[in-house]
């Protein structure tokens, strides 16, 4: 028998343990396996949207209704749902006032391309909640990130974006580099992508100052973009001073900061931003702020603000280049309201972060327990177990901490056992509906897998 291991675990073990979970996962959903078999030839590739083929089980469930932290399939199988639609659903499905809001703006129209009263509560309710901004309204925070970009490029009259390598910030074009001996470049695997993204990005390794600070120092750099935190590798965390110092040298170099919390809106209150009181040019949110309608909210700090009403007001009639046509909908502004007022408070919050605590430190004690080199990282709601030592420095780190196929078995142990976890990372959210049994379960299923996979042969 081989002694050969991934992140500690027998590679013998392991495969048999994916090939029995995998069995295990088809045996229990013949009916979505059958429906997709009849219906799926429509969709290109077989999925409506083409990131659902990354899910590691042997083929999609159908799913007939999720609600708080719970979600169904059509075979009848249950799951506490951790995954929560990879954040947009970060406040539990279809919260009360959420759905309560939708019913009623659905008698009332659904788009008008005019504002609404509601428009104004969610303008003042996004400054209370997120700090002093001007804001605007988008459908995702790709878009949200994009127009921002714009903005900075627009006031400083300079071509670059300054990202993180391993970063994400949807599809914006620009974002997809990465670094090779040094150099900033095309990101691999891009489809379509015939511009050479160097001319308008730069990319330097998060946690990296004397980086970042050489790459401002060449005066062509408009914006950083950059998460709080990264969350869309493995996930890492800032070292201390890191932000301090990235809010320092944008300020010296004339280099707008924007700063997106699409994810670490998990962290609490306000996100990170507010949090940990930093200060950003550009504020940027999406997926769960309002409740899991599509929606994303950028907002312009009062200086930057006064920046792009004066560059705007002095260009040439014509496109700006930003905006969608439904955007600023009044079902968003109905569901932005009732998220922050109702649904992002601070006692849900308080919820979400003794739970995610919790899940922290069992999941830390059964890999403990097994002795595994893994490691469980938290940025409030968020919390994830990686499959390598940490903690992690940057996004060459966070790409070699990555073990699809540890992760993959393990994800779709945890789905037979009855726990949904994020496909792309390791990551499990708590909701204001997640429950402390659904914790425990989930740390108890967790360690029955490592159990398995660590058994001897
Ligand atoms: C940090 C961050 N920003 C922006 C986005 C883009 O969000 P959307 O796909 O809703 O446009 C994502 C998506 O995962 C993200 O993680």
Redesign the pocket.
């Known amino acids: 028998m081989s002694t050969e291991t991934i992140a500690g675990i027998p590679i013998a073990r392991l495969s048999g343990f994916a090939a029995s979970e995998a069995a295990r996962y088809a045996k229990a959903r013949p009916a979505a396996a059958q429906a997709m078999a009849r219906g799926a030839g429509a969709f290109l590739g077989g999925v409506p949207m083409h990131w659902m083929s990354d899910w590691p089980m042997p083929h999609l469930p159908l799913i007939s209704k999720a609600a708080g932290a719970r979600i169904k399939d059509i075979d009848g199988n249950t799951l506490d749902d951790f995954c929560l639609g990879?954040?947009g659903s970060m406040f539990g499905h279809s919260p009360a006032p959420v759905a309560k809001a939708i019913r009623t703006q659905a008698r009332r129209g659904l788009t008008y391309m005019l504002p609404t009263e509601a428009a104004l509560t969610a303008g003042r309710l996004l400054t209370d909640r997120f700090g002093d901004f001007r804001w605007q309204i988008a459908t995702?925070?790709?878009?949200a990130?994009r127009f921002a970009l714009r903005v900075a490029r627009a006031i400083t009259g300079r071509p670059k974006v300054l990202v993180f390598n391993g970063c994400?910030?949807?599809?914006v074009d620009d974002t997809f580099v990465t670094i090779e001996n040094g150099t900033t470049v095309n990101s691999p695997g891009l489809l379509g992508q015939i511009n050479d993204l160097t001319a308008t990005a730069v990319c330097c390794e998060f946690n990296d100052l004397a980086g970042v600070e050489a790459a401002l120092a060449k005066g062509d750099v408009a914006a950083i973009l950059t998460?709080p935190v990264m969350?869309?590798s493995c996930m890492v965390l800032p070292a201390p001073g890191f932000h301090d110092r990235l809010r320092q040298l944008s300020l010296r170099h004339g280099t707008l900061l924007i700063i997106?919390e699409?994810?670490t809106i998990s962290t609490g209150l306000g996100g990170y931003t507010r949090v940990h009181g930093l200060e950003t040019d550009i504020f940027v949110v999406?997926?769960c702020v309002a409740g899991g309608m599509p929606t994303?909210v950028w907002g312009l700090s009062p200086a930057t603000a006064a920046r792009y009403l004066e560059v705007n007001a002095d260009r040439p009639s014509g496109r700006s280049g930003m905006g969608t046509t439904l955007s600023g909908n009044p079902m968003q502004f109905a569901c932005l309201v009732a998220t922050l007022a109702e649904v992002m408070t601070p006692e849900n919050y308080a919820h979400m972060e003794t739970l995610a605590e919790r899940l922290t430190n069992g999941l830390a004690k059964a890999i403990d327990r097994h002795d595994l080199p893994w490691h469980v990282i938290r940025v409030g709601a968020r919390v994830e177990f990686i499959c390598a030592p940490g903690p992690l420095l940057n996004g060459a780190e966070a790409a070699l901490a990555h073990q699809p196929v540890v992760e993959a078995a393990v994800h779709t142990g945890l789905i037979n056992r009855g726990s949904l976890i994020a496909p792309f990372h390791n990551m499990m959210l708590i909701s204001p509906a997640t429950k402390k049994r659904q914790v425990d379960r989930l740390i108890d299923n967790f360690d029955a897998i490592l159990s398995d996979l660590c058994k001897a042969a």
């Open positions: 990879d954040t995702t925070a790709t878009d990130n994400y910030h949807g599809t998460e969350t869309n997106d699409t994810h999406g997926k994303a």
